[in-house]
């Protein structure tokens, strides 16, 4: 990961944290203002303590933090603001809010800098902005649903007009519904607040969904920041191809340019081995980021989006892209899944070698367990990587 | 009925709650609060006047205070102030003799409260003070409410702490459960029988009422 700039021009923010005790925690990653970013990782990957160290809650041994042109971590220069001086909105994930106020006295405490009648007209406005109704406002959380001190919890986090929202697993605890209405209001936060807003979630589908940039991060460790399509589809690593739940992890061989027209296309060719890796697979020329060495062991993934099942509309595809390899398979396993259905079909002459093949819609059909397919990949979508895990 | 007796037990007892409070306080918060090696040993020394017989307590307290000891030499020395045998030194063995009444439903009280409440006062702004006083306190209000109460409650019936300690001085240190004593001793048994009667309604009352505080206060909430 190359360093960042200490000096920050915009409204975004900057993080850089390294610490090893009491529990590893490491990682820089940017944030720009009106972007929305998901922290995702599975449980006990640093997420929540990443969290709290930008609100303050935590202070890592080693760290910059910086919102704009206000540092509120330097622990080179000894800065560590109190979570009082940041001017941070966390969402917490169980929502925190005060069991014996009213959610409307809620919302007032962070507007306490304020002369009383003001705070609860101010209060008042934040409570209205998120949807919640004169006679909700009046109620303890209690007797709230999840959803609605959800919406009081984002209230409160607003009213103190903070230069860096966080919101802590906000779709763990939620039903359907109260789901929905969250993604249009953060879709609507995101337009109006322009603010960097961090999103901690272990759901996948709702990173790539909802977020402008997702951080991946494992063990204390963040290994990847990009566009969410952009992480899915060149993981950095096996763990994070992992992490991303992609499903199409294969071993193989990067043999590397093999003719000038390869070097001048900067292409390169990868030969698919089995587990094994006594018998060998088709060679498959893809694209060549300069980053492997000839001979080398590698990992590869390849998309869903890239694998395509032969049937006549395959052959129409095969003559538009000349970088489909086809590949023999029979299927081993199907299962329906509600609307989509998910097979396995092993590949012929590679002992232990298994594609993973999501269909919906009319596709779904055409597929059942003894099958003999043949399976298209699209070289455009394999990404390799070194073998070394994460 | 000893009038003199139960207005000083009444007087012991608010004047103990008034010291005592601000000490379980700050002591069962801290307890709530923090972990560190021996502090099993703290909660321990705590909880021992509840099980320590009051005589030996009494024993501890007029041996380490009293004129012939250091401490009780030096206040005396120093600020003409003797600590055993008057209300000064009845008030120090109904505080050190009701730690555990005061401090263990506060920490309980505190221990109680989900620690991000903290953290989510912290982040919307409210220093450590308005978080005690605002979020804080107003939660541990049942538990402190019963610790008051028993506080009350338990140094109005105390005797042998307070005879250790007190002696038996009317007007000075005799309370009501060492003047229901003395009239059995000396087979008033009428006088003793209306003001054991007292100390029972008045403690039955004082704590029915506070279980029926905090009921309302858990259950609004």
Redesign the interface.
């Known amino acids: 990961m190359s360093a960042l700039p200490v000096s920050n021009t915009g409204r975004g923010l900057r993080v850089r944290v390294s610490q090893q005790l009491p529990m590893l925690l490491e990682g820089e990653f940017t944030c720009e203002s009106g972007e929305l970013m998901a922290l995702v990782g599975p449980s006990g990957a640093g997420k929540t303590s990443m969290l709290r160290a930008l609100?303050?809650?935590m202070r890592p041994t080693s760290a910059t933090i910086s919102v704009g042109d206000e540092v509120w971590s330097d622990t080179e220069a000894n800065i560590h603001l109190?979570?009082?001086d940041?001017h941070?909105?966390?969402v917490?994930q169980?929502y925190?809010?005060?069991?014996?106020l009213s959610a409307l006295d809620n919302v007032s405490?962070?507007l306490?800098?304020l002369p009383v009648k003001e705070r609860k007209a101010q209060a008042q406005q934040w409570l209205d902005q998120v949807r919640i109704s004169v006679e909700q406002q009046a109620r303890?959380p209690?007797a709230l649903s999840g959803g609605q001190q959800q919406r009081v919890a984002v209230a409160?986090?607003l009213a103190?007009q903070p230069r860096l929202l966080l919101l802590d697993e906000p779709f763990s605890a939620v039903d359907q519904m109260s789901r929905r209405s969250l993604y249009e209001l953060l879709a609507e936060l995101r337009r109006n607040l322009r603010i960097p807003i961090v999103l901690v979630t272990h759901d996948l589908m709702e990173a790539r969904h909802l977020a402008d940039s997702i951080v991946v991060m494992d063990a204390g460790r963040v290994l990847q920041q990009g566009h969410p399509a952009q992480v899915y589809r060149s993981p950095r690593n096996a763990r994070v191809a992992d992490l991303m739940g992609v499903h199409n992890r294969f071993a193989g061989r990067w043999l590397g340019p093999l003719s000038e027209a390869d070097t001048d296309a900067q292409m390169g060719w990868l030969e698919w081995l089995p587990a094994d890796a006594v018998t060998s697979g088709p060679h498959l020329r893809v694209r060549d980021k300069r980053r492997l060495i000839s001979g080398q062991m590698v990992t590869w993934v390849v998309q869903s989006d890239g694998l395509h099942i032969d049937t006549d509309e395959g052959i129409e595809l095969k003559r538009a892209n000349p970088g489909l390899v086809a590949v023999e398979a029979r299927v081993t396993e199907v299962r329906n899944l509600g609307e989509t259905t998910l097979a396995k079909a092993s590949v012929v002459g590679l002992e232990g070698v298994s594609f993973s093949l999501i269909r919906s819609g009319p596709q779904r059909r055409s597929l059942c367990g003894g099958q003999a397919i043949r399976v298209q990949v699209d070289c455009d979508w394999v990404h390799v990587m070194p073998i070394k895990a994460a | 009925m000893d009038w003199q007796a139960l207005s000083l037990s009444l007087e012991l007892a608010a004047v103990t709650l008034l010291v005592l409070m601000p000490l379980g306080l700050w002591l069962g918060r801290w307890l709530a609060h923090t972990r560190f090696a021996g502090k099993s040993l703290i909660e321990a020394v705590v909880v021992l006047p509840l099980v320590l017989p009051p005589t030996v307590l009494g024993y501890y307290l007029l041996a380490s205070l009293g004129g012939a000891s250091p401490v009780g030499r030096w206040m005396q020395e120093t600020f003409d102030v003797q600590l055993t045998f008057n209300f000064a030194g009845l008030l120090i063995a109904s505080a050190v003799f009701n730690i555990p009444f005061m401090v263990q439903p506060v920490q309980r009280a505190f221990e109680a409260i989900p620690s991000n409440l903290a953290e989510a006062a912290a982040v919307s702004g409210l220093s450590p003070w308005q978080t005690f006083v605002r979020v804080e306190l107003p939660l541990a209000w049942p538990g402190v409410l019963s610790a008051a109460v028993l506080t009350f409650v338990h140094t109005l019936g105390e005797f042998g702490v307070v005879l250790m300690m007190g002696g038996s001085i009317p007007g000075e240190t005799k309370t009501i459960a060492i003047s229901i004593y003395d009239r059995v001793q000396s087979f008033d048994l009428r006088g003793a029988d209306e003001m054991a009667l007292l100390l029972l309604l008045m403690s039955l009352t004082a704590v029915a009422a506070s279980f029926f505080a905090t009921a309302r206060l858990v259950k609004t909430r």
Do not use: I, T
Not at chain 1, 96 to 100: F, G, I, K, R, T
């Open positions: 609100a303050g809650l109190a979570p009082q940041r941070v909105g966390l917490f169980n925190a809010l005060m069991p014996h405490l962070s306490l800098h303890k209690s409160r986090a103190r």
